[in-house]
């Protein structure tokens, strides 16, 4: 198997697991929808998938900077590694912790995420590295799942902004809101 796809599969796994538990879910509301596929993006997407990079980092890394194309031994992988770490422990935190702190979390992570894509495409512009953790599947990976993810929270506040939202019961069963006078 060509290792350049071995960061397409966590993101594979969120998206099949997020499609199952929203088919799986009884009483769907666009509101429940977003908030399980973004759950499972924050939680799986960037939570595993940056402590799974954080391990290659850390524990592997001269054979992660051959994949990237950067002598083995520099520095930078420590703190590579400790910031995907940072930001895996801020995803999985997400399944116990909502509302700013997920916005706070996809912020800093499309900031993160971006930054790196953009100096991916410059080490290719610039110096031809096609390394395969530099160049192919990678990209549109440290692009897009931020951006899904951000896409993702814009539309979960939207909905919640809704003024024909349903209110909700401790429960979580919608309850009638009251008639509005004339």
Request: hydrophobic share 45%; proline share 9%.
């Amino acid at each position: 198997m060509n290792p350049s796809y071995g960061p397409v599969f966590i993101p594979a796994i969120a998206l099949i697991g997020a499609l199952v538990h929203i088919g799986l879910t009884r009483h769907r509301t666009p509101e429940r929808t977003l908030t399980i596929a973004l759950l499972w993006g924050l939680v799986v997407a960037l939570g595993v998938g940056e402590i799974v990079t954080a391990g290659s980092h850390l524990l592997f890394g001269p054979a992660t900077a051959a994949q990237i194309g950067f002598p083995a031994g520099n520095p930078f992988q420590t703190e590579v590694g400790v910031a995907n770490l940072s930001y895996g422990v801020l995803g999985i935190a997400c399944y116990w912790l909502r509302g700013g702190f997920w916005t706070a979390t996809v912020l800093g992570y499309l900031v993160y995420f971006w930054g790196c894509g953009i100096d991916h495409i410059y080490q290719y512009a610039a110096h031809g590295n096609t390394a395969p953790y530099n160049w192919g599947p990678i990209v549109p990976i440290v692009f897009g799942v931020p951006l899904v993810l951000a896409i993702l929270l814009v539309a979960l506040h939207r909905v919640r902004r809704r003024p024909d939202r349903p209110a909700q019961a401790p429960t979580g069963q919608a309850v009638p809101s009251a008639p509005s006078s004339p």
